[in-house]
């Protein structure tokens, strides 16, 4: 290094350099890259800028306008060289990565920074001397730099903010890493429940192995009956209790339930860029374990169960037998058998049980298979979006034509109508009897997905964006804005209204088009959470305006989108809906030519507030998530029903066939007036399981909620409704004194019988199983336009 760079900062570069080795801390790198750019600013620093700068000082002005570039651009390499080792040490922690490769790696790093620090030091040497010795280009050079504005307070941010990313990398090691730890954890109850069906299967088998010897090797006399007797029976009293699946299964979703919600990994490095991915490990796991591994698990636990069911009714028979032969025995009467016919049904049970232990080990392998490739964290560093990507399925290949149907189907409707009559008058009476607050019960019940299915409903359920397999329908919509950000990309206004009923898809369309057309820009608000642009983190309000403010300040240089999801949701005590709406408004006035806009609302919210605030105006362009059509329906339903890899079938138990899958989606998608969430619900609402493979949807009434709107629950709910979420607090506030006499008891009434729901949080919306059939209820009554 030159006398040029300062002492200070040969030293801390050479230490940062050579301290690239696989027994430094992570830890450690980031610190280095702190004291590199402490060392770089004060170097900065040392010249002035502005008023006292001196513009003819040739060593500050290569300090600023050539050192700082170079500066930077090792700084960046560092932190991507600091990246690097981590995702490799994480592969290391999880066995997915040779030592000696990822010591090699190191020495790799450790040489191109070095290679790095010598190139800028001859770079920047050579450009001094060469202007040492030209006067002419000197002073050409110079007169140049004259012109520009001084570049040093850009590079300085800069700096800081490398540094600050690198130490943000280590904190979300250090998070990754116990995270490592977790997913440990779940392989390992994984494994166990997988062991656990391997022992039953195991020692079943050893137990028939013992009992066909014992039968076979002894000694054939007339007495040997009455001793095989005896010994099966010490078999059955010996027997003890075989361990349950379920013991398994919980402690695996506590084990899952202990990841974290969400979390930013960074991914990599592309062009100085960090490319981050915003990973929900929770719920994707989750939904993987549930869509991937637990089928195999029932499956091997169903194989050792069969396996050792089948032992037992050999048992039972061949001691049934040999008891027989004993009492013919001791009456007198000649017995005539061989051993190896007493251990016929023991051969039999060996021979199936053969075929069932290769069926076993297919599904063993296939699950460990599953375990070590994918469920682990690196696995979150794959190319691909999101974390655990569920398969895609795009068929029914399990269902097959039942036969004989026409059959079954007049052998069903005569037996429902021969006293027909009678039943129809006696149903009339007791729906007659029962109250209204009954009758919301029992719609509210009969939409709770069922605990026994849960690894069914886990995944028809699932909200938000679980990656691109599950997206159907859409297209024109998703044309509609990708012409509107091209657009923008041009020049235009970029500012884009998502509106539709409640379950209407607006937070998958939403995150669906962050992810494909910002993959890396897009900034995430919501009221009262953490928020990170450009490495500077803010903890979010219900103040709408700060988080845009801040937003603004942090993407001088890039042009990201702004993905706000449910605009409703902000508002505090100290800042109302209207006026954050009103701040939205002149921020994609002022902004909008290089932040693209993506807002979500409610259709009633979206009338709501237009009528005041001209949101028409405000927004380029409104898209309505409400239409849906009934074949995109089927296919969305048919995808997600594929992922359980469960068979539908009907009361019988037989496979349903492809058209009676969509005639059942299609009497759901007409009582949900084609809602696509409300409609994927309710399949999972009205879905039961049979046993490990199947499932069906029971013959019964699918109830609607009664007439039980009055003028002042009317109006509660209308304002619980527009808010999605609020509390005992905000009502109070905008009910003043009538609160306290009328519409509090209303609310506790409408909690208890199910119609709203209390949250961990103490806020309050109206229960999600039955929001849509409220908003219809008050628009019917005009208490609120809700559809569009």
Same mark, same amino acid.
């Given at each position: 290094m030159t006398a040029d760079l300062p002492i200070s900062f040969e030293v801390t570069a050479d230490r940062a350099v050579t301290g690239i080795d696989p027994t430094t801390p992570v830890s450690e790198l980031a610190e280095r890259t702190q004291e590199m750019a402490k060392a770089m600013i004060a170097r900065g620093d040392a010249c002035p800028v502005g008023e006292e700068e001196d513009v003819n000082d040739l060593e500050c002005r290569l300090l600023h306008f050539v050192w700082a570039e170079q500066a930077k651009r090792f700084l960046m390499l560092y932190r991507d060289v600091q990246l690097q080792l981590q995702i490799a040490s994480l592969k290391v922690k999880e066995d997915r990565a040779d030592r000696g490769r990822v010591a090699a790696l190191y020495d790799q790093s450790r040489e191109a920074l070095q290679a790095a620090l010598r190139e800028w030091d001859g770079d920047f040497a050579a450009r001094r001397d060469a202007l040492l010795r030209n006067e002419r280009q000197r002073n050409r050079q110079l007169r140049a730099w004259k012109l520009q504005h001084n570049p040093w307070p850009l590079y300085r941010h800069q700096i800081e903010t490398i540094a600050e990313q690198s130490a943000g990398l280590a904190e979300e090691f250090t998070r990754l890493s116990a995270g490592s730890e977790e997913f440990d954890e779940i392989r390992v109850l994984l494994r166990r429940g997988v062991s656990a069906s391997e022992e039953v299967m195991t020692k079943t088998l050893e137990r028939a192995g013992e009992i066909t010897a014992f039968i076979t090797e002894g000694d054939y006399d007339p007495d040997r009956p009455g001793i095989v007797a005896a010994k099966l029976e010490d078999y059955i009293s010996e027997e003890g209790t075989r361990p349950r699946l379920d013991r398994f299964t919980n402690a695996i979703t506590a084990g899952i339930a202990k990841l974290p919600e969400s979390q930013r990994v960074t991914v990599t490095a592309e062009e100085g860029l960090l490319k981050y991915k915003e990973v929900n490990f929770r719920r994707s796991t989750d939904q993987w374990v549930s869509a991937e591994i637990m089928p195999l698990l029932y499956e091997l636990w169903e194989l050792s169960e069969q396996t050792n069911n089948g032992l037992n009714v050999a048992i039972v028979n061949v001691r049934n037998r040999a008891l027989l032969l004993s009492n013919e025995a001791k009456a007198g009467h000649e017995v005539t058998y061989t051993n190896d016919e007493l251990a016929q049904p023991f051969t039999g049970f060996q021979q199936r049980s053969s075929q069932r232990r290769q069926e076993y080990a297919r599904i063993r392998e296939r699950i460990e298979e599953l375990i070590d490739d994918?469920?682990?964290?690196?696995?979150?560093?794959?190319?691909?979006?999101?974390?655990?990507?569920?398969?895609?399925?795009?068929?029914?290949?399990?269902?097959?034509?039942?036969?004989?149907?026409?059959?079954?189907?007049?052998?069903?409707?005569?037996?429902?109508?021969?006293?027909?009559?009678?039943?129809?008058?006696?149903?009339?009476?007791?729906?007659?009897?029962?109250?209204?607050?009954?009758?919301?019960?029992?719609?509210?019940?009969?939409?709770?997905?069922?605990?026994?299915?849960?690894?069914?409903?886990?995944?028809?359920?699932?909200?938000?964006?679980?990656?691109?397999?599950?997206?159907?329908?859409?297209?024109?919509?998703?044309?509609?804005?990708?012409?509107?950000?091209?657009?923008?990309? *041009?020049?235009?206004?970029?500012?884009?209204?998502?509106?539709?009923?409640?379950?209407?898809?607006?937070?998958?369309?939403?995150?669906?088009?962050?992810?494909?057309?910002?993959?890396?820009?897009?900034?995430? *608000?919501?009221?009262?959470?953490?928020?990170?642009?450009?490495?500077?983190?803010?903890?979010?309000?219900?103040? *709408?305006?700060?988080? *845009?403010?801040?937003?603004?300040?942090?993407?001088?240089q890039s042009r990201p989108l702004v993905w706000i999801d449910d605009l409703e949701l902000w508002w505090d005590d100290d800042h109302t809906l209207a006026e954050n709406v009103r701040a939205l408004g002149h921020h994609i006035d002022d902004y909008s030519a290089r932040i693209f806009y993506l807002v979500a609302t409610t259709n009633a919210v979206y009338r709501h507030l237009g009528r005041f605030l001209d949101l028409h105006r405000v927004f380029q362009s409104e898209i309505n998530l409400d239409r849906f059509s009934l074949d995109d329906m089927r296919r969305a339903v048919l995808i997600r029903h594929g992922a359980t890899h469960k068979i539908m079938v009907d009361a019988e138990g037989e496979p349903v066939s492809e058209t009676g899958f969509g005639q059942m989606v299609k009497r759901i998608y007409r009582a949900t007036d084609g809602n696509v969430g409300e409609t994927i619900d309710r399949w999972a609402y009205y879905t039961e399981r049979y046993d490990n493979e199947r499932v069906y949807q029971p013959k019964m009434k699918r109830h609607t909620l009664p007439a039980f709107l009055t003028p002042d629950t009317a109006t509660l709910l209308a304002a619980v409704l527009l808010e999605k979420r609020t509390r005992d607090y905000r009502l109070r506030k905008l009910f003043g004194p009538a609160y306290n006499e009328r519409y509090g008891s209303i609310l506790q009434r409408l909690i208890r019988i199910g119609l709203i729901t209390r949250n961990h949080d103490g806020s309050v919306e109206v229960t999600e199983s039955v929001v849509n059939d409220v908003g219809r209820m008050l628009e019917s009554e005009a208490y609120l336009q809700y559809s569009k």
């Open positions: 994918n469920l682990r964290l690196t696995s979150v560093y794959r190319p691909v979006a999101g974390f655990l990507p569920l398969p895609l399925q795009s068929g029914i290949n399990v269902f097959t034509r039942r036969q004989s149907r026409f059959i079954t189907v007049v052998r069903e409707w005569l037996a429902d109508h021969v006293s027909g009559l009678s039943k129809l008058l006696g149903d009339a009476a007791r729906e007659e009897k029962l109250s209204i607050s009954e009758k919301t019960v029992r719609v509210i019940q009969q939409r709770t997905a069922s605990p026994d299915n849960a690894a069914y409903t886990n995944i028809l359920m699932t909200k938000g964006y679980i990656g691109e397999s599950f997206l159907v329908g859409r297209e024109s919509e998703t044309a509609h804005l990708r012409q509107l950000i091209e657009h923008w990309k *041009l020049g235009y206004r970029g500012a884009v209204m998502l509106t539709g009923n409640r379950l209407a898809g607006k937070t998958l369309f939403g995150e669906l088009i962050t992810n494909r057309f910002f993959p890396s820009q897009a900034i995430r *608000l919501r009221p009262h959470a953490q928020i990170t642009v450009s490495g500077r983190r803010l903890r979010t309000t219900g103040d *709408l305006a700060e988080a *845009l403010a801040f937003v603004e300040k942090y993407t001088v």
